[in-house]
């Protein structure tokens, strides 16, 4: 019998954003949060780690992931460097802050979670550099370079990631965000979990996979879905049977999507980077 404990060793990835389809699936904003938050939970319960990439918009994804540290992880030492929730700050994201809101930030998530700036190259970047450096707006050739570097290094810090939701318009970097980080999962051979059921971007790559149908409102374009089209459900590596990754890729359903998600959890604990 797989020992729940091993799971401890495993960092697990988060992407999400807005889904444009909420309203066409009968659903609200407040769903994809709601579903969000509870497997953002559930994973922590579990004893794994959480890491998100995204910014300190007020009121945003970030910010759920928070809350839930502060709720649902111990409180730990900073000296122990094990916290609930790290989000990195892509270099873009954090050099148009002042100083003074990123650490008021930092202050405020002692001891619960870990806020990570990071440099052009996609590495962590000291508070005492960042002091140094000037605020200021971003180009969109950097915004491109410092989100897939960024993906890269925390792709070399995860042992897995789960997708839900997704934009695929007005997005920042050369491909949809949730598109680009599923696609450096699936070929890296991490395990890569789809929940599909909140439509986005998500679903998009569900049919790429050929999990789930493609919609009746037809196949929809954006840069770099062709990419998908390498890779089928036997590349997300995480052991489910047919059915499962199937039902995984379309249930609305929290408690069904969290049951799949740990239970893979538990059967891939020997593929744990730590």
């Given at each position: 019998m797989s020992n729940p404990d091993a799971v401890r060793q495993h960092v697990v990835a988060v992407s999400t954003s807005e889904s444009?389809?909420?309203?066409?699936?009968?659903?609200?904003?407040?769903?994809?949060?709601?579903?969000?938050?509870?497997?953002?939970?559930?994973?922590?319960?579990?004893?794994?780690?959480?890491?998100?990439?995204?910014?300190?918009?007020?009121?945003?994804?970030?910010?759920?992931?928070?809350?839930?540290?502060?709720?649902?992880?111990?409180?730990?030492?900073?000296?122990?460097?094990?916290f609930g929730v790290t989000n990195y700050l892509d270099w873009l994201a954090h050099i148009g802050m002042s100083m003074e809101r990123?650490?008021?930030?930092?202050?405020?998530?002692?001891?619960t979670?870990?806020?990570?700036?990071?440099?052009?190259?996609?590495?962590?970047?000291?508070?005492?550099?960042?002091r140094q450096v000037e605020a200021r707006q971003a180009t969109e050739a950097e915004w491109?370079?410092?989100?897939m570097t960024m993906r890269q290094h925390m792709l070399e810090n995860t042992d897995a990631r789960i997708v839900l939701g997704g934009r695929i318009e007005n997005y920042m970097g050369a491909m949809p965000g949730i598109a680009e980080e599923a696609l450096?999962?699936?070929q890296d051979g991490q395990p890569l979990f789809v929940v599909g059921g909140f439509g986005g971007c998500t679903r998009d790559i569900a049919e790429n996979l050929h999990l789930v149908e493609q919609q009746t409102l037809g196949h929809r374009v954006w840069p770099g879905r062709e990419e998908l089209d390498?890779?089928?459900?036997?590349?997300?590596?995480?052991?489910?049977?047919?059915?499962?990754?199937?039902?995984?890729?379309?249930t609305p359903h929290i408690d069904q999507a969290e049951a799949l998600i740990l239970h893979s959890l538990l059967k891939v604990t020997g593929t744990g980077r730590r």
């Open positions: 444009p389809d909420m309203a066409v699936l009968g659903l609200s904003d407040g769903h994809l949060c709601d579903a969000m938050t509870e497997i953002a939970r559930r994973v922590l319960n579990f004893g794994s780690r959480l890491v998100y990439g995204g910014d300190l918009r007020q009121h945003g994804f970030s910010d759920l992931l928070f809350e839930i540290a502060a709720r649902h992880h111990p409180v730990v030492e900073a000296a122990e460097q094990h990123i650490e008021a930030a930092i202050e405020a998530l002692a001891g979670a870990e806020l990570v700036c990071m440099d052009m190259k996609g590495e962590p970047l000291p508070m005492r550099q960042r491109s370079e410092g989100l450096l999962t699936l390498n890779f089928s459900a036997a590349d997300l590596n995480y052991g489910l049977s047919a059915e499962d990754n199937a039902t995984l890729a379309r």
